[in-house]
């Protein structure tokens, strides 16, 4: 397998593991209806908890699927700023990056 080939397969990995832990979020989110005014203090301090998690999980999902179209589209570890590739180590750490690391600077 080449190093394309393998950062499709962990992209589209992660992308799995992201999709189903916010199934598990929104599945907690959904489940709280205590009467309990602690409980409901402590469970809504955990709901902003999972928001977060939630909207960051999002963001992530967001820059897997347009990495997983550049790769469709035969542009994926090309700088969509200026058009510069995309150094091989910064793709090892940022597979979804679309800037090299001059443009992200």
């Known amino acids: ?3 394309h080939t393998d950062r499709k397969a962990q992209l589209s990995a992660r992308l799995g593991d992201l999709e189903a832990r916010l199934g598990a979020i929104e599945v907690e989110l959904d489940s709280h209806q ?3 005014w602690e409980e409901m203090a402590t469970e809504r301090e955990a709901d902003e908890v ?5 909207t960051s999980g999002q963001q992530e999902i967001r820059k897997i ?6 790769m469709e589209a035969g542009t994926y570890g090309v700088c969509t700023k200026c058009g510069a590739d995309i150094a091989e180590a910064r793709l090892d750490v940022l597979p979804y990056t679309p800037f090299c690391a001059t443009c992200a600077a």
């Open 1 to 3: 397998m080449d190093s």
């Open 34 to 36: 205590s009467k309990d």
């Open 50 to 54: 999972l928001e977060g998690l939630g």
């Open 65 to 70: 699927k347009a990495a997983l179209a550049r």
